[in-house]
Structures are given as structure tokens and as C-alpha cells.
């Protein structure tokens, strides 16, 4: 969304340490194509959003592919096992599977590195017997002039036979969904050195199996080559292993979901957080229940590994080529490392996935189509929503309320201003929404504090709790009104903090006290300019103010919070340190959700300043206070979006019916910023864009 501030770019997270601005002549013309051109930034962003969209697809064949090739295996035991059977019995688990993500995987997660491990050392054990027992000779294709001769031996048909080779690598890119719970480098380690000698040595077994029994169903290799011994042990691991490494990419999935939402190109859907101790494990039921009813419905309708592989096959060498595309991007623009370091990148990996998506590309006709079918589903769904936010939020941008209008009317804005904190949430994050006028206009009321709202979403995975807020005020002291961009990292989770509005009226009395401290004017022209905003860290590293924070007595069931404007000279002392840490023990007690219990919080404001701090100061603090006692009302904008009669067929279409069908069948704003809705005033607007 184009709300970034320069501020955001003063994030620690923002730029990776000893990070060094490198500015040459290509750089700078390159990065004015794609900024320039509107054409060029809609093309990146169509190949970002199929990329995404491949990845929502692999949530959909990863399961089906995975439980119909483990349950494939008792057609080799069984004869009698029809095609029929194996799939009511893989629909039995896929539902199981699915039903299993609302309860969470943290209380069996601890099963599945011993499912995988076990599972690795099956594949290769097997297949080392199988080379010792069949064919020692294989080790020989170890050698690439066999990867030559096998080329020039086949021609066109060796080209479409990568298609199938492709599936001997699918699946372990389940390891790299992970990224969220593991670090890059245990994972690396993981894969050299367990994943991939497992997986060459058990397809040597396998060949070293067929070069000695060429009569046998190729179809189930696998498990003919498994000693009759280890049948039913590796056939039950096997269905583990599927199980886990499906709800692998399920979670990943999930995630990405999540994550385009913050960025605004994906409906608003509930997410769940099913762990407390691992914020990448989430759950979302829409989505939950919408990758279960396609992947049965692929399940069903396909009824064969072979179509389910040629469209699994299909998806990840799509996901390959897109994310290698897009990592020459980055290593240009975000590494920096240089045109001729991107170009080597692109030709080692470029070429090769290149390679594999030509001969996926054959398959179409045999399955292929479907992750295409539904990545581009995926990608109108996507980019209508983005389409639909982005002309909204220009119209608020065209249609800000002017500040000097606002000045113009006085400490009182020609309204009443009655007892209470009005929070106004809109997505603007500098100016006034024109929710506000368009609410004054028809009920001329207001809070005797405003506080205009933005909670965004910056191009970072996460934001330092003490970098989030940003506070300014706007107008004059006496106009009681002040701004707070509340900033999160597109993988961060929003309400995992304490109550948001007490610690929003902490940090508004820091803004206050740190205002006061810089000596900046109360009034006049220059404090009348909005613009100046200070990053205000959380309540607990707010020493410099002096702010106590006492505990009543037990029979009081409240938690009384004094705001004391002690002198602001002298260091923090014991007694201090001691009821903070009080204060950070009891505050995320209230953090639950607003329809259970919430520790009941009351402000008062201290007499222990004296005459060491500002009247002006200690008058605002006063003010703030005895509103926050008056109640907390969260106002936002109910929009109705509609295309001007003068637009074009197309976006009558994407807006009038596409993106409002979106909206009517998603998440309300007000949901997904877990906004009380005892205490919520909706204004309704139509947007004519």
C-alpha cells in the first residue's frame, strides 16, 4: 500500500547490519523503469501474485499426492484393492488431516522430526540393500556422460521424460516451508546431509531393482523393491510422513495467506494462532476449509497419482522459475551484489528450472492445467482486492480534510466536545480522514481527545515492539488531537500485545512528556504544522519520564496505573524498577480477548510532580486522564465502493461486482484489528473511484 513514511525506513530491521546505499547509473535507471511505469510495477506485481498463488496451489496437491501415493502401496500387497478403495481411504485421511489443523499440531509436533527422521533412514536404508542385494554397478550413473548419452540416445522423448524426473525432487521443498520455525542453516544442514543421500540412494535402489526385473509395474517401484519384510513398517511410516510433511505445506500456506493480507492483496480471513510459543504456527478456518474441499475434489476427480504428479509437477517447477526471477530482483535492488553476481545467479538456476518447466509444460493436457487453473483464479482474486484497497485508499489521500480548516475552528473545532478518548482508525498515515468530517458533519459531537489511528503494514518480516508506535500530535496543545502509526512487519501477529488503548494512552503521556522536554512550542504556526512524529517505546522502558506504576490494594480487583510527572532529572530508582516489573507481570493478563475477562485498568494522575514540571504538561496530562475515565470509543469508516458512471466496462465490473462480493464475504477491518465491538461507531461512506 502507499502509505510508507521515511520513517519507516530508520527500522533495525529495515536494513541488514553494515548495509551500504549503493547508487550506480544502472541501479538508479532500472529502479525508474519499474517506478515510472505503471505497466512495468503491474507486471512485477502479477508475477509476485502467481508466484503466491503456485504456492497456495501446492497446499491443494501436496496432500492429495502425498496420502494417494502412500495408500497406492496395498495395491501391491492386495490385488483385489480397487482404484475406488485407495481413494475413499485417502479422503478418510485428507479429512482427518484438515479437521486436525483447528485443534493445532503443538501437541503432536514433537512426533514429527522422529516421523521424518525415520523415514529419511527407511529410504536409504532400502536402498543401499537394494544396491547390494540387485545391482552394485549402479553407482556408475553417478557419472554425467551417462546423463549425455541418456540424452542423445532419446531426444525429444528424454526432454518430456524431465517432467517425471521433476517428481524425484517434489516434496522436498516441504523443508524450506519450515523457514518460519528453523533457521536457513539448520535446514541446510538437514538437507546435505540427511534428505538428499537418502533420496539418491533409495532411487539407486530402484534402479539397481529394475535394471535386474524390468517385468514390474513401474507404477509401484517403490514398494516392490521394499523387502516383504519391512512391507507394512515402511507403508505405515510412509502414511506419517505424508501426513506430516502435508501439513508442512498446509502451514505454509496459511502463511502466505496471512502474509499477502498484511500487505493488502488477499481478502480479510480469520487467523487463529494455535501455539503460544511459536508465532508461525497459524490457522485460518476459511482457508482451511477451502484447501480441504479442492483437495478432495482433485482427489476424487482425478483418481490417479500419474494426473495428480504431472499437475504437482506443474506447480513447483512454476514455484522454482517465479522465485528465481524474483531473487535476481533482489539480489539487484536488496543485496545489491551486482548485475554480473544476479546474471550468474539467473543462468545456474534460470536454465535448469527452465529446463523442467518446458517439460512440465507438456503434461498440460494430462493434469498440468489444473495448478494453472487455479493460480490464475488465485491471482484475479488477489489482485481485484489489491485493485479495490489501492483506488480506496487514493480517494481518502484525495479527499483529506485540510488542517488549516481544522485550525480554523478552534480548541473546540466548532463541535461539542464531549468527556472520552475517540480513536479514529483509518489507513492514512499523515492528514485527516475524510471519516471524521463526513461524522462531524452529521452529528456535530466529538471526544474531548482525538487520536487519529493508522495501523499499516511495512515491507519488513518483523518490527521491534520498540519501534512500533509513532506518535504526533496535530494543531495546537489545546486542540487535544494527536496521530499514532501503529507499524507491524508482514509476519508479525497484531494483538499479541496488553491492552491496546491503556498502553496507547501510555504512550500518547510519553509523547506529551517528551514534547515538553524538547522544548518545541505549544502553539502557533509551528506546532500547527502535523508532521513531526517521535517513535515512543514501550511503557516499560519509559524510565526518563518518571512515570510510576503502583498496584492497588488485593481487596480492589482493578489495577490502578499512576502517570506521575515526577521530575525527570535523577536516575530510576529500586522502588521504581520493582513496580514496572509489577506492571509488566500483571499487563499481559490483559491481553485476552475484549468478550472474556479483561483486567479492569484505572488512571490517575500523581501529586509526587510538584512544581518541577509545566503546568501546560501536567494541565494536558490531567485532561488525557480524566478522558480515559470518560471511555474509549473506536470510530471507523463503513465504505461502500462503487466505480464512476464514466468508467469503463472492466472496472464497473472489478469494483461494482468482483471486489464488492470480496468485501461482502470477507472479514470486517474491525475483526481483524480486534476492535471491541461494544465500543465500535461505524460512519458510513460511499467511495465513488
Same mark, same amino acid.
Given at each position: ?7 519507516? %525506513?530508520?527500522?533495525?530491521? #529495515? ?69 475406488? %478403495? ?59 556422460? #551417462? ?48 534428505? #538428499? ?11 539397481? *531393482? ?228 463526513? *461524522? ?26 520498540? %519501534?512500533?508506535?509513532?506518535?504526533? !500530535? ?40 517528551? %514534547? ?85 485498568? !484505572? ?83 460511499? #467511495?465513488?473511484?
Amino acid at each position: 500500500m502507499p502509505n510508507q513514511q521515511a520513517a519507516d %525506513e530508520e527500522l533495525s530491521t #529495515y536494513h541488514k547490519p553494515g548495509y551500504a546505499a549503493q547508487d550506480t547509473a544502472i541501479l538508479r535507471a532500472l529502479r525508474r523503469f519499474l517506478e515510472n511505469h505503471s505497466k512495468s510495477r503491474t507486471c512485477l506485481l502479477l508475477t509476485v501474485l502467481f508466484g503466491a498463488s503456485l504456492v497456495i496451489g501446492d497446499g491443494v496437491l501436496t496432500p492429495a499426492m502425498s496420502v494417494m501415493s502412500s495408500f497406492s502401496g496395498l495395491q501391491v500387497h492386495s490385488h483385489t484393492l480397487t482404484n475406488g %478403495e485407495v481413494v475413499i481411504l485417502s479422503c478418510i485421511v485428507l479429512v482427518c488431516l484438515f479437521m486436525l489443523q483447528h485443534w493445532g499440531t503443538h501437541r503432536v509436533a514433537f512426533l514429527f522430526a522422529p516421523v521424518i527422521v525415520t523415514w529419511l533412514l527407511l529410504l536409504g536404508g532400502t536402498g543401499v540393500y537394494n544396491i547390494i542385494v540387485w545391482n552394485p554397478r549402479v553407482f556408475y550413473a553417478l557419472s554425467p556422460t #551417462y546423463l549425455i548419452r541418456f540424452f542423445m540416445r532419446t531426444g525429444r522423448e528424454g526432454w518430456i521424460a524431465l517432467g517425471g524426473v521433476l517428481l524425484s525432487m517434489t516434496g522436498t521443498e516441504a523443508m524450506f516451508a519450515d523457514l518460519g520455525h528453523f533457521t536457513a542453516t539448520s535446514i541446510r544442514v538437514a538437507f546435505v546431509s540427511l534428505i #538428499y543421500p537418502c533420496l539418491v540412494l533409495q532411487y539407486m535402489g530402484q534402479a539397481a *531393482f529394475l535394471s535386474k526385473t524390468p517385468e514390474c509395474d513401474i507404477h509401484f517401484i517403490f514398494f516392490k523393491s521394499i523387502p516383504v519384510q519391512l512391507f507394512w513398517p515402511v507403508l505405515v511410516v510412509a502414511t506419517l510422513a505424508s501426513i506430516v510433511g502435508s501439513q508442512a505445506v498446509i502451514t505454509a500456506t496459511f502463511s502466505i495467506v496471512r502474509q499477502c493480507m498484511a500487505l493488502g492483496c488477499f481478502p480479510r480471513v480469520k487467523i487463529v494462532h494455535t501455539s503460544s510459543l511459536i508465532p508461525g504456527q497459524i490457522y485460518s478456518p476459511e482457508i482451511n476449509w477451502l484447501l480441504m474441499l479442492v483437495c478432495l475434489s482433485v482427489t476424487v476427480g482425478f483418481r490417479d497419482t500419474v494426473l495428480i504428479g504431472n499437475a504437482y509437477g506443474m506447480a513447483c517447477s512454476g514455484v522454482m522459475v517465479v522465485t528465481t526471477l524474483l531473487m535476481t530482483l533482489v539480489i539487484i535492488f536488496v543485496w545489491q551484489l551486482g548485475f554480473i553476481m544476479a546474471a550468474l545467479f539467473l543462468l545456474a538456476f534460470g536454465v535448469v528450472e527452465a529446463a523442467y518447466l518446458s517439460a512440465a509444460l507438456m503434461k498440460v493436457p494430462q493434469g498440468g492445467w489444473l495448478p494453472l487453473a487455479l493460480s490464475l483464479l488465485f491471482v484475479a482474486i488477489m489482485y481485484t482486492w489489491h485493485y479495490g484497497t489501492r483506488l480506496k485508499h487514493s480517494f481518502d489521500v484525495q479527499n483529506k480534510v485540510s488542517l488549516r480548516w481544522i485550525h480554523a475552528l478552534g480548541p473546540s473545532l466548532g463541535i461539542v466536545r464531549v468527556p472520552g478518548i475517540g480513536l479514529i482508525y483509518s489507513e492514512l498515515a499523515s492528514g485527516v480522514p475524510a471519516v471524521f468530517s463526513h *461524522f462531524v458533519t452529521n452529528l456535530p459531537a466529538f471526544h474531548q481527545v482525538l487520536v487519529f489511528v493508522c495501523v499499516k503494514s511495512v515491507p519488513v518480516p518483523h518490527v521491534c515492539p520498540e %519501534e512500533r508506535h509513532l506518535v504526533g !500530535r496535530i494543531g495546537p496543545r489545546d486542540f487535544h488531537m494527536f496521530r499514532c502509526v501503529v507499524r507491524y512487519g508482514y509476519k508479525d501477529v497484531l494483538g499479541e500485545e496488553s491492552d491496546f488503548e491503556n498502553d496507547l494512552v501510555l504512550r500518547i503521556a510519553e509523547f506529551v512528556h517528551m %514534547e515538553a522536554a524538547d522544548n518545541r512550542p505549544s502553539d502557533g504556526a509551528a506546532s500547527a504544522v502535523e508532521g513531526r512524529m517521535a517513535v515512543v517505546r514501550r511503557p516499560s522502558a519509559l524510565a526518563r519520564t518518571g512515570r510510576l506504576l503502583v498496584q492497588e490494594p488485593a481487596d480492589e480487583e482493578s489495577l490502578v496505573v499512576r502517570a506521575a510527572t515526577a521530575a525527570t532529572d535523577g536516575d530510576k530508582s529500586d522502588t521504581l524498577e520493582s513496580l514496572q516489573a509489577i506492571y509488566e507481570a500483571e499487563s499481559p493478563a490483559a491481553a485476552a480477548a475484549y468478550g472474556s475477562r479483561r483486567q479492569r485498568v !484505572r488512571f490517575e494522575l500523581s501529586d509526587l510532580a510538584g512544581e518541577h514540571v509545566d503546568p501546560e504538561v501536567k494541565a494536558e496530562l490531567a485532561a488525557i486522564v480524566e478522558a480515559k475515565h470518560a471511555g474509549v470509543a473506536y470510530i471507523m469508516g463503513h465504505s461502500y465502493i462503487k466505480a464512476r458512471k464514466s468508467s469503463n466496462v472492466f472496472k464497473k465490473f472489478a469494483i461494482d461486482i468482483a471486489y464488492n462480493f470480496l468485501r461482502k464475504n470477507s472479514r470486517g477491518p474491525a475483526v481483524a484489528l480486534n476492535i471491541p465491538h461494544i465500543s465500535l461507531i461505524e460512519v458510513g461512506m460511499i #467511495y465513488y473511484v
